[in-house]
Antibody, heavy 120, light 106 residues
Framework: QVQLQEAGPGLVKPSQTLSLTCTVS??????????WNWVRQPAGKGLEWIGNFQITGTPNFNPSLKSRVTISVDRSKNQFSLKLTSVTAADTALYYC????????????WGQGTTVTVSS | SYELTQPPSVSVSPGQTASITCSGDKLGDKYACWYQQKAGQSPVVVISQDNKRPSGIPERFSASNSGNTATLTITGTQAVDEADYYCQAWDSYTVIFGGGTKLTVL
């Protein structure tokens, strides 16, 4: 059974870069045609998709965040990562990584989320 | 940019049918899915590909998608169904979430 676990600093200063990793266990990130996603949720608010990638393709990004987002993969560690530059308080949120099945089946596996606060 | 609109809240009595709508321009031409998120938990997909229930999701959850509206229906709503529900669709290669609907089971 595939499980996802987010990790990263819980506190980031304004204007700096937020960096998170998602470790995939119970399966290989390199297998299949899954989409690997980052989603965030400010406290008390809704879900916001950040971006995703398919191991054989190019990443896709939320247009509103595209200029600040990088998603990368480390196959040897079975991890993928998120970098969000020039953060502000508006980037404070619970950040999730999630696996999506192909063919519009949605995100079937989610991590527990990690809280990131942007504050000086 | 493409937007999905959900009512902020829906209330239902136990045992009754709850309907949660999700509206977007020509949404019926896209695939939609639905997530349930209980307080303090990660989202769980309850409907995929417009109307398919993943393994383990109770039969009381169903959905449709036509025209500009996708609808999640919970038949015989139970107290355990109280949660936030989010619709989600794809616009080209981007993922769009609705704003979420808080379902209260009174």
């Amino acid at each position: 059974q595939v499980q996802l676990q987010e990790a990263g600093p819980g506190l980031v200063k304004p204007s700096q870069t937020l960096s998170l990793t998602c470790t995939v266990s119970g399966g290989s990130i390199s297998s299949g045609t899954y989409y690997w996603n980052w989603v965030r949720q400010p406290a008390g608010k809704g879900l916001e998709w950040i971006g995703n990638f398919q191991i054989t393709g190019t990443p896709n990004f939320n247009p509103s965040l595209k200029s600040r987002v990088t998603i990368s993969v480390d196959r040897s560690k079975n991890q993928f990562s998120l970098k969000l530059t020039s953060v502000t308080a508006a980037d404070t949120a619970l950040y999730y990584c999630a696996r999506a099945m192909p063919n519009y089946y949605g995100m079937d596996v989610w991590g527990q989320g990690t809280t990131v606060t942007v504050s000086s | 940019s493409y937007e999905l609109t959900q009512p902020p809240s829906v209330s239902v009595s136990p045992g009754q049918t709850a309907s949660i709508t999700c509206s977007g321009d020509k949404l019926g031409d896209k695939y939609a899915c639905w997530y349930q998120q209980k307080a303090g938990q990660s989202p769980v997909v309850v409907i995929s590909q417009d109307n398919k229930r993943p393994s383990g999701i109770p039969e009381r959850f169903s959905a449709s998608n036509s025209g500009n509206t996708a609808t999640l229906t919970i038949t015989g709503t139970q107290a355990v169904d109280e949660a936030d529900y989010y619709c989600q669709a794809w616009d080209s290669y981007t993922v769009i979430f609705g704003g979420g609907t808080k379902l209260t089971v009174l």
